[in-house]
C-alpha cells in the first residue's frame, strides 16, 4: 500500500509584541465630541447663573473687565504714591506733626513735635521734640537732625545715616502707668540690618532729679550690624572727666575680630553715680588676633586696688574667660566675706546665630557656684540653665549660723522677664540663732515675675 505524501505546514505568524501592536491615535471625531462636551458644560453653567440672577455671562466683556481691574491697581498705586508724596510737603507735614502729638500710649508716653523741615523719607529736622508722661514734659531737644530711609524697614533693615542734634536735656526720671499685659521687649540682640552711621549728641545733660545732681555728656559713634559682621565704634566724654571708648569689629567670614574698650572715671562722674561706687576706677578690655585665634586681657581697678583681671581668649566664636575678681571692695553687708579673699571665674561661651551655650564655675573659699545652660538673645529666653551651688564653709557667715552640707540646685526656664525656676534645697544640719533642722529638705517650684 503506497504511503501518501505529507502536506506541508502553513506558515506561523509571527507574534506581535506590544510595542509593535498598532497604537490607537485620537481621531477628528473624538476631539469634537470633548470639544462639544465642554461646550455644554460651559452652557449649562451659563444658563444656571442666569436663571438663578438674571446676569447673562455671554454678554459679559472679559478684555474690558481684565483691563479695568489692572487699571484699578494702577489707579491705587498712584494714588500711594500721591499721597505719600503729599504727605512730605509743609501741609502734610504739618498734619503728620499735629497727628503725631494726638498719639497717647497707654503707658502715658507722648511725643511732640513743634516743626518738621526737610524730607519725611530722607533728610529732615525736627524742631522743639518734647517727651511727655504722666507729669508732663521730662525730655527735649530744641532741634534733632535725622536722615533716615524708613523704606529700608520693609526688608528688615535700620538705615539710619544721621542723627545727630546739640543738645538733649533729661529733666527727671519718667512717671509712666504700669504694664497692664505682660512686657514684650523685643529680642536683645534683633533679627535686623542696622546701620547707624552718624550718632552725635553735643550735650546729653542730665538734671539733678535724674542722678542727684546734674551732668552733661556727649555722646558720638556709629554703629553697624548686617551682613554677619559688627562695628560699633563710639565714644562718651562728660564735663566731670568721665571718659569712655569702645571699638568692636568683628567680621567671621573674614577672620577678623578686634575689640577694645576704655573707661575712665572719677569719682564724681556719671559712670560711679550710675554705679553707686564712691571711688574713681578705670577699666580696659583690649587684645590681639583674628576671629579663629584671639587673645586678650580684661583689667579693672578700684581705687588704689585690682577688682578684677581676666584673661579673654576667642576661637571661631567660643570665648573662654578665667581670672580673679574682688567683688568685696564694691559690695556690702555680711555676705561680702563669702567672697573674700577672691573669686575665681572660668567660664565657656559658644555663641551661635543670637545663642550662647555656657559653662561657668565661680568659687572662692567658701562658696562654689557651678552652672550650665543655654542663653537665647534672638527670644530673650533660658533654655534649662542648671545652677549647682554649695556652701563650703558656713562659719564665715558668723557664730549665730552653722550648717553642713548645705547645697541649692536649680533649674532656670523660660522666657527673662517670667523665668520658671526648679529648686531643690537641701542640708545635714542647719542653724541660724538658734532654729535648729536636721536633715533638711526643700523642693519645689516657681515663677519669676516682672512685677
Known amino acids: 500500500m503506497a504511503r501518501k505524501p505529507r502536506q506541508p505546514k502553513p506558515p506561523v505568524a509571527p507574534v506581535e509584541t506590544p510595542e509593535a501592536l498598532p497604537q490607537p491615535t485620537p481621531s477628528h471625531d473624538d476631539d469634537l465630541h470633548l470639544k462639544d462636551r465642554v461646550e455644554a458644560a460651559t452652557e449649562e453653567v451659563v444658563e444656571t447663573v442666569k436663571a438663578r440672577t438674571g446676569f447673562d455671562l455671554r454678554r459679559v466683556n472679559w478684555w474690558q473687565v481684565s483691563r479695568n481691574i489692572a487699571l484699578f491697581f494702577v489707579g491705587l498705586a498712584v494714588l500711594l504714591v500721591a499721597a505719600l508724596a503729599a504727605l512730605n510737603t509743609p501741609p502734610g507735614r504739618r498734619l503728620l506733626v499735629e497727628f503725631a502729638t494726638g498719639i497717647k500710649l497707654n503707658s502715658g508716653l507722648q511725643i511732640e ?38 523704606f529700608g524697614y520693609l526688608s528688615k533693615h535700620v538705615d539710619i545715616r544721621d542723627f545727630s542734634t546739640p543738645k538733649i536735656e533729661v529733666l527727671r526720671q519718667p512717671v509712666l502707668n504700669p504694664s497692664e499685659t505682660p512686657k514684650d521687649n523685643g529680642p536683645l540682640l534683633p533679627d535686623l540690618n542696622i546701620d547707624v552711621n552718624r550718632l552725635k549728641v553735643d550735650a546729653l545733660v542730665l538734671n539733678a532729679p535724674v542722678l542727684g545732681e546734674a551732668h552733661t555728656i556727649a555722646l558720638d559713634g556709629q554703629a553697624h550690624l548686617r551682613h554677619k559682621r559688627l562695628k560699633i565704634d563710639a565714644g562718651a566724654v562728660s564735663e566731670k572727666g568721665d571718659h569712655a571708648k569702645v571699638l568692636i569689629d568683628a567680621a567671621p567670614d573674614k577672620n577678623q575680630l578686634d575689640i577694645s574698650a576704655d573707661l575712665d572715671a572719677p569719682a564724681d562722674g556719671v559712670a560711679a553715680k550710675l554705679l553707686s561706687f564712691d571711688k574713681a576706677f578705670t577699666a580696659k578690655v583690649g587684645g590681639k588676633g583674628t576671629w579663629k585665634q584671639w587673645n586678650g586681657r580684661a583689667v579693672a581697678d578700684f581705687g588704689p586696688d585690682n577688682l578684677l583681671n581676666l584673661n579673654v581668649t576667642a576661637q571661631s566664636g567660643t570665648f573662654h574667660v578665667t581670672g580673679a575678681t574682688h567683688p568685696d571692695l564694691i559690695l556690702a553687708g555680711d555676705t561680702a566675706v563669702l567672697f573674700k579673699p577672691a573669686v575665681m571665674i572660668d567660664l565657656t561661651a559658644k555663641m551661635k546665630d543670637r545663642v550662647f551655650d555656657n559653662v561657668l564655675t565661680l568659687y572662692t573659699d567658701a562658696v562654689r557656684i557651678d552652672a550650665k545652660g543655654t542663653v537665647d538673645l534672638g527670644h530673650n529666653h533660658f533654655r534649662k540653665l542648671e545652677v549647682h551651688a554649695r556652701l563650703l564653709k558656713p562659719d564665715v557667715l558668723g557664730k549665730d549660723f552653722t550648717a553642713s552640707d548645705l547645697h541649692a540646685d536649680l533649674i532656670v526656664d523660660g522666657d527673662f522677664d517670667r523665668p520658671r525656676i526648679d529648686y531643690d534645697l537641701a542640708a545635714k544640719r542647719f542653724d541660724l540663732s538658734g532654729i535648729k533642722l536636721d536633715s533638711f529638705t526643700a523642693k519645689g517650684k516657681s515663677r519669676i515675675t516682672a512685677d
Do not use: A, N
Open 113 to 150: 513735635i513743634g516743626e518738621i523741615d526737610g524730607s519725611l523719607y530722607g533728610e529732615m529736622t525736627l524742631h522743639d521734640v518734647k517727651v511727655k508722661d504722666l507729669k508732663g514734659v521730662f525730655i527735649q531737644s530744641p532741634v534733632i537732625h535725622l536722615d533716615w530711609r524708613p
